[in-house]
């Protein structure tokens, strides 16, 4: 049977508010609106037939999925507030703000000398993990298991509106060049050009690593995709 992992959001037909989720599925038409508990509440208030549940995107593993749904809880946290379900911007971490059980409080003297204790051990010679390094094979283990948040390129484009087009790479997708150049590496002028102008022949010269040279950006990887149509 196949699974699906999905983003969704749920609205609130009579204020508008909402909440973006995760889930995992083999029934897309499941009708699970979400866990959060702000969102259950206003659900029991308000009824569950005045919300309206949609997919924002469909991705390739439930850890994508959540990796985006932190993406787009940030963003809408940030943007709208209170107008947000969300209260938390991972979306399973503490809760933000007057809902948090520490809100207004304050670590006694004791307490903050005990974390200071604590955390001294884990610094210098007594860190079990001080004078070592990770192997090469470590290294290139991790980078490969790390998730590609930006690979659901039917998102809705009301979420995040910075640029008309993804930017794809060797590495995947993303919706700005800055966060492309921030997980690749390149410089995001570097990125516009070569994205931009797929079809380009890139002539030999020593500002280019030469397994570029001869060969159009499309063939090594780059190109963009269009957010509204989802066309090359």
Excluded at 1 to 12: A, D, G, L, R
Excluded at 140 to 149: A, G
């Amino acid at each position: 049977m196949e699974k699906f992992y999905i983003v969704y959001k749920t609205t609130n037909l009579l204020n508008g508010k909402f909440y973006i989720g995760s889930h995992q599925t083999t029934n897309l038409d499941d009708g699970y609106y979400g866990s959060g508990k702000v969102l259950k509440l206003a659900i029991k208030k308000y009824g569950k037939d005045n919300f309206f549940n949609e997919i924002i995107c469909k991705c390739s593993s439930l850890s994508v999925a959540r990796c985006v749904e932190g993406h787009l809880v940030r963003y809408s946290i940030d943007k709208f507030g209170r107008k947000c379900y969300n209260r938390s911007y991972s979306g399973t971490g503490a809760v933000l703000g007057e809902g948090n059980s520490f809100y207004g409080k304050v670590h006694s003297q004791e307490t903050r000398n005990k974390i200071s204790e604590a955390a001294k051990l884990r610094v210098g010679p007594r860190n079990s993990f001080y004078g070592k390094k990770h192997t090469k094979k470590t290294i290139d283990k991790i980078k490969s298991n790390r998730p590609n948040t930006d690979n659901c390129l039917n998102m809705l484009v009301s979420f995040i509106k910075k640029s008309k087009r993804w930017y794809c790479t060797p590495e995947g997708c993303f919706y700005s060049d800055r966060y492309a150049e921030k997980i690749t590496g390149l410089n995001r002028n570097s990125i516009r050009s070569r994205c931009l102008f797929p079809d380009r022949l890139v002539k030999p010269n020593y500002q280019v690593p030469e397994i570029f040279w001869n060969k159009t950006w499309r063939e090594s990887g780059y190109y963009y995709v269009d957010k509204i149509t989802g066309k090359e």
